[in-house]
């Protein structure tokens, strides 16, 4: 981890030594018909706000806690993962949650009262799940909109990135954090920087190094004021070209392709 980054504050953090049991009986199944139907719900959901051209309109039935399936589908993984407690299908169910709270439509408070204690349970038990990276790339998104108290999805974020036994739940960790004190306040932001940098050094073969390295490069060399980089292309009429050539010059840049 960056040096200067404080220690992990906010949550009962407890060390998980072993993985967890993999399910209950019938709870597997009980999984797979709640993403049924919610899958269901959520077209259905879509298809409602499609046919409202008036924007208003549409926040009106996506703030509608009995229209929104986040809101209707929220609780009743929250009441999964109560019963399968201790299991790897908690994490899993848990997941779920965060990745629904952000577009869930309810007041941020209640989301907050409804994952805080599903987040201390994912710290204590679920380390080593194997649900632990997409676990922290919701966490990161659910406390960036306010989902989740901002201490509280810290302070899971720095333990998954400091003791999770798989390379790439840490590495999204890592990145996660990064993400929120880069946008948080002046004095943390060299701490989101370090984290970026130990990704880029030290997780350069994943997609967590490679998007940090590129946000370095922007950073440092990229920003109003600074001069471009120079690279060498061909024009339309495939005629190689610098970009240093036109230095002194006025150049507008229009990229731009077919994928």
């Known amino acids: 981890m960056a040096a200067g980054i404080p220690s992990a504050i906010g949550l009962l953090v407890l060390q998980a030594t072993t993985s967890a049991p993999q399910s209950r009986p019938g709870l597997d199944a009980e999984l797979a018909r709640l993403d049924e139907d919610h899958a269901a719900a959520q077209t259905a959901f879509f298809a409602k706000l499609e046919k409202l051209d008036d924007d208003d309109a549409q926040a009106k039935l996506f703030a509608d806690p009995k229209e929104n399936p986040g809101a209707?589908?929220?609780?009743?993984?929250?009441?999964?993962?109560?019963?399968?407690?201790?299991?790897?299908?908690?994490?899993?169910?848990?997941?779920r949650m965060l990745e629904l709270a952000p577009r869930s439509g309810m007041d941020p408070k209640d989301v907050q009262s409804s994952l805080a204690p599903a987040v201390a349970a994912a710290v204590a038990a679920h380390l080593a799940s194997k649900d632990a990276e997409r676990f922290v790339r919701a966490l990161g998104v659910a406390t960036a909109s306010h989902a989740i108290e901002s201490a509280a999805g810290e302070s899971a974020l720095r333990k998954f990135a400091a003791s999770a036994p798989e390379r790439r739940a840490r590495?999204?960790?890592?990145?996660?954090?990064?993400?929120?004190?880069l946008r948080g306040a002046e004095a943390r932001r060299p701490d989101g920087r370090a984290l970026f940098e130990t990704l880029a050094r030290d997780y350069a073969d994943t997609s967590y190094g490679i998007r940090a390295k590129g946000w370095l490069f922007e950073h440092d060399h990229l920003q109003i004021g600074m001069v471009a980089p120079d690279f060498t292309a061909k024009d339309q009429d495939g005629k190689t070209f610098r970009l240093s050539d036109y230095r002194g010059r006025v150049v507008v840049l229009d990229f731009w392709g077919f994928w």
């Open 171 to 181: 590495a999204a960790a890592m990145i996660s954090l990064g993400d929120l004190l």
């Open 72 to 95: 209707l589908f929220l609780p009743r993984y929250r009441a999964l993962a109560e019963r399968a407690k201790g299991t790897d299908l908690e994490m899993t169910a848990i997941v």
